[in-house]
């Protein structure tokens, strides 16, 4: 047995992994007293979508990071779980992760956004906004959470990637029937989807999903820097939403904002005066996010029994 | 035999089979001299999605109609096929259709869109704005045929039922999370959805198709029509696209123009004045519309023998 091993098992402070499982993939972390020891990512973790798959994740990221911390598997059973899951703000399917016979010494399981939260501000509460692929609002503040959007592309999901790539089709296609003006933005995506003729990008575009039109949205914002008046409004257009969401987010006023995800550093400076003025930097990833969340979750458990005898 | 398959075949009048395919339904009618002896509808015929469930379509819808006209099963190899598919605008699909081995006499076979334009014309040249569950443009006049549309849900088919239903569902969204006000539109899709909260109501749309939102479209009319500014906004929106697609179209200079679809009662009303000025009445449906392809392709092919010998 390795002297890291010896250690841990030694040492009374516990041994954590916190785990982001998101639409497209899975991260996490193994973490102890204060140190990363090890980390990996997996396949995509939306129970929504594919409850086997999610687990399957799950556990594919949980073993590969103790072989990255250079743990042996059998660790696996004295791990403290934080677990981050998109979904799971549906009680049933909580409910069924919960009882998923999990391998981990204990599991504390939430949201991908409230671990998204937690982790952008060092495991205090706060508010956030996400724009990546998909687009939401959530907020920790005065004992109450909040969630904005988060409704999916592409009836919901306004002003994130998926909704700026798909704007942008919708103009090319409207080009195309000379129903609107072949600007830069629409040159822009001819290319990069690269199709030999309008038939073939009408198949192109077919049934795509949003992580499809999400690869277009840098697109759109190097178009409106360009001075495409097109891309232009579709870029104003997501960010006052993006604006507005946000707005929410401030009337339960949080001690801190901040917007994480891929499009952020896109489409912060396009967010009203007021927003930006309050947004804060975000200062850890969701995945210390869902090891903050344990810490609390099991300093709130070995209080309770104290409390309870107090009370008797 | 009965008297009149012996009539059938002493007649020197070929037999037509006409059949509209498109994605939910086919239609087929039996054709002999000026008279439709009998008539079917069979599931979807959309060589793209499915190719073998449209085979499938177009032979249970022909099968059907048979029975329907009295007629022995054996008859269908007497059979002159007008077929108009969804989807045989791309060159390797009606390559793929052609070859496929039909048990017709004769098959000439077009697109949807043409056999419901020469049907709303009487197997005249004209133009037609469908707008149902999708949306597009056709044009066939001076030798020349235009799609305007016909991209596909979500990202086009802009002003169908399906982009109406659509849009009165992002509303519900964003009233959801008090970034929009909850008007009568927001009200009359809640109560058609018969969710018991907004949660379940998040589920119920996510991943739904085009003919889902469809069933949403005339409650956007409905609420318009009681003053919803909102509701207003989208029929004026998705009106204007029509229009501006219409226009599109006369620049062909067809004969005439109609609009057909189980929108168009609804849609018309908020077209242009010039487009409303310029719309006939349709006269006849898809599936007549492909009898007169069939009966004109059949002309040609009678008529090339002679020119060939002349030429010779």
Redesign the interface.
Known sequence: MSAMVTELENSRAPLFVGIDGGGTKTKAIIYHNDVILGSAIAGPANPYHDFERAIHSVMTATTKALVDAQLPPQTIHSLIAGVGLAGV??PELFEQVLSWGHPFKQMFLTTDLHIACIGAHQGKEGAVIITGTGSCGYSSAQGQSLV??A??F???D?GSGAWFG?SA??QV?LAM???AQPTVLVQSVKSHLDCKDD?AL??R???QKSQFFATMAPLVFEAARQGDDVALSIVKEGAE?IS??AD?LLQTKPDRLSIIGGLAPLLSPFLSPNIQDALAAPLAPPEFGAIYFAKQQLAQLQQQPILTEQEA
Chains 1, 2 share one sequence.
């Open positions: 703000n549906i904005v959007g409704h999916g592409p009836h919901g306004k798909f089709v919708e296609l029937d000379g129903l038939l009408v198949q575009v077919n049934g939403y507005g969401l929410k």
